[in-house]
């Protein structure tokens, strides 16, 4: 008996397989590309725990490295700057959950309320076009806007009688230009894709609201938010899954390196690639990299489970 259900198991497996071979053929490409960039490289954590040196080749200076345990975590979070650096990705991270979620969703919805629909294809092509742009050309077009001495803002600014600013050595005015500029260029993104779930939404529904004398706020308040909800819920778990990861553009071409400007825009990113660049710190490089990682798994399975209690079909797994 127990071997006829193996037989039919491994019978129903294969049937499976066939009937999806075309489907699996579709994930090789993706699969590769995962073991050679994202599971291969893990053998670097090792790093993390060693004083690296070079010995030759990689795999030699991993072995000859010595083994420290976890001193590289302990300079790490001895230092001043691990509070810094999680401080800012943290709270930049919470206040982008939030934007990317309420003004997305908002502009989504006013823009499939327009009734010029050539005009809502002109709004939705002239927000999405910034998320085209790197961040090089970014930070330099803000340079116009910002520059001490020919910026834009400073010379309205003189033709007030006013000082200009020094904009980038002056910290306390770069968390609002970030946050500004990091919803300028993601926008976009955010808005085609809830505006891609509203147009999935079944007319008929709005169709009967109007019919029983809903008005519009209703027919967002009772259909088109509760019917987004599971894209909402979907983007939320993989905005809080990234929370301990920061946009490196962002955080390192926007405020054109400067070091003024560490205190409010030093980030686990940015601070990895100076460590790197500047101190030559191997191994307490790969240790923030590897706390990054680590608290990241945590807060993307922490937020599935919560999801999963309160919403078990809307959860990731």
């Known amino acids: 008996m127990a071997d006829e259900v193996k037989v039919k198991k491994k019978n129903s497996r294969w049937k499976k397989f066939k009937d999806n071979k075309e489907l699996l053929g579709l994930t090789i490409p993706g699969t590769l590309w995962f073991i050679a960039f994202?599971?291969?490289?893990?053998?670097?954590?090792?790093?993390?725990?060693k004083d690296w040196r070079i010995h030759g080749?990689?795999?030699?200076?991993l072995i000859k490295s010595e083994f420290v345990g976890l001193k590289n975590f302990e300079f790490l979070f001895k230092s001043t700057d691990a509070w810094v650096i999680?401080?800012?990705t943290v709270a930049y991270n919470l206040v982008f959950i939030v934007l990317g979620i309420v003004l997305p969703v908002t502009l989504a919805i006013l823009l499939k309320e327009l009734l010029n629909k050539k005009l809502s294809k002109f709004y939705q092509s002239a927000m999405f076009l910034p998320y085209f742009l790197s961040w090089v050309i970014v930070s330099y077009c803000l340079y116009t806007f910002l520059s001490p001495e020919k910026g834009l803002v400073n010379t309205m600014l003189r033709s007030f009688g006013q000082d200009g600013i020094s904009w980038y050595t002056e910290a306390k005015y770069w968390p609002f230009i970030i946050i500004f500029m990091s919803q300028w260029k993601g926008i976009g993104y955010g808005t085609v894709v809830y505006l891609a779930s509203i147009c999935g939404i079944d007319k008929s529904l709005y169709e009967a609201s109007m019919i029983d004398g809903a008005s519009k706020w209703q027919q967002v308040k009772y259909i088109t938010i509760p019917l987004l909800k599971p894209v909402m819920i979907i983007m939320f778990i993989t905005a809080v899954g990234g929370m301990f990861r920061s946009d490196f553009g962002l955080f390192y071409q926007l405020p054109k390196n400067?070091?003024?400007?560490?205190?409010?825009?030093?980030?686990?990113?940015t601070y990895?690639?100076?460590g790197l660049t500047n101190l030559g710190n191997i191994g307490m490089s790969s240790a923030a990299a590897l706390y990054q990682s680590f608290v990241?798994?945590?807060?993307?399975?922490?937020?599935?489970a919560i999801v999963r209690k309160v919403d078990e079909e809307n959860a990731f797994f």
């Open 272 to 274: 990895v690639y100076r």
């Open 296 to 304: 990241g798994l945590i807060l993307i399975l922490g937020t599935n």
């Open 86 to 88: 999680t401080r800012n």
């Open 38 to 49: 994202a599971y291969l490289p893990m053998f670097g954590i090792l790093i993390a725990f």
């Open 57 to 61: 080749g990689f795999f030699e200076s």
């Open 258 to 269: 400067s070091g003024a400007l560490y205190p409010v825009t030093n980030v686990i990113d």
